[in-house]
């Protein structure tokens, strides 16, 4: 028997809690009346709402169906998520994780980021909510209710460090969490989105599944950002033949049956050279591994568009 008691934080003022690995497993949670307070739910959960909560700091690891903020102040949160809404807030700084396109309502002084974070057990936790890691559309945000000749958000600066906004824990119990906030061990991919491009070249990699299909991309990501290219997007979805004609043009016949197997990952990295870069990393890297890259800068942008209208149409965008 589920107590809800034991799903829920409320009424609570200058206090640290939360809940470790393992203790929420998949149940709905409620966080409500809190002031002052760090919270941090260190698994999956159903739902989580979050009411009437003031000055708080909140993480919420992968929440299998929606996240929803009302009337909540100056909070500053990390959270991964299939939905995201909030309404009448004010003041929320979220680094985000969502598969689908956060919305505002009735709120504003609103900042996103993009999630970033790591502890052991998180992977699982992504995969135990039916979240991707490749699917986080943090950053375009759709704004129910806009005033116009007003702006309700903005994206976080790029320099955020996340432990500036929610620190780790200091109970005993929380400490126990093996976290580090390094961007370059986040769980999930650190994506520009939304953010002005710095160059007017990209390069799409896309690879097909199987069983290293994850550790692959994250391999590419690491190549090319050490090298200085910057990861735009990233995006999981199931490909039919049909999609890979309209996106692989001519070299569609050769990828067609590796779409049976699976979900593909698609890479969108930036910065001159991209296309150049992106060949050269995958034949010394990946050689022997059938992976789609963009031929030429000329095709590479065309390539980008094609396979994002082609995935925001598969995700109902």
């Given at each position: ?68 903020f009302r009337d909540c ?77 007003e702006n309700n958000w ?164």
């Amino acid at each position: 028997q589920v107590d809800p008691k034991d799903y829920t934080f409320s009424g609570l003022k200058g206090e640290t809690v939360g809940r470790l690995p393992g203790k929420v497993a998949g149940q709905q949670f409620v966080i409500q009346d809190c002031e002052n307070c760090s919270i941090y739910i260190f698994d999956h959960s159903a739902t989580i709402t979050i009411d009437d909560c003031v000055n708080c700091q909140i993480f919420l690891g992968p929440v299998k169906g929606s996240v929803f903020f009302r009337d909540c102040k100056d909070c500053k949160c990390i959270v991964a998520c299939q939905q995201f809404r909030t309404r009448d807030c004010r003041k929320l700084e979220v680094f985000l994780c969502c598969a689908t396109q956060p919305i505002i309502e009735s709120s504003t002084g609103m900042k996103f980021g993009c999630f970033q974070y790591y502890y052991p057990e998180l992977a699982l936790q992504f995969k135990d909510a039916g979240l991707s890691i490749f699917n986080n559309t943090w950053s375009t945000i759709h704004d129910f209710t806009p005033v116009s000749g007003e702006n309700n958000w903005g994206l976080l600066p790029e320099t955020a460090v996340v432990q500036d906004y929610v620190p780790l824990p200091t109970s005993e119990e929380l400490k126990a969490v093996r976290i580090s906030t390094d961007a370059t061990r986040s769980i999930i991919p650190v994506t520009r989105g939304r953010r002005q491009k710095s160059s007017d070249e990209s390069c799409l990699a896309v690879f097909f599944a199987g069983d290293y299909t994850t550790a692959n991309a994250r391999k590419l990501i690491d190549e090319m950002t050490g090298k200085g290219f910057q990861l735009v997007q990233t995006k999981e979805v199931l490909m039919k033949a049909e999609d890979a004609h309209r996106v692989f043009q001519q070299c569609a016949s050769e990828f067609i049956p590796l779409l049976e197997k699976g979900p593909v990952v698609a890479l969108e990295f930036n910065g001159d050279g991209a296309v150049e870069g992106c060949q050269s990393t995958i034949n010394e890297v990946f050689s022997g591994t059938k992976v789609f890259v963009s031929e030429s800068k000329a095709s590479a942008s065309q390539d980008v568009d094609n396979f994002y209208n082609f995935a925001d149409m598969q995700m109902g965008m």
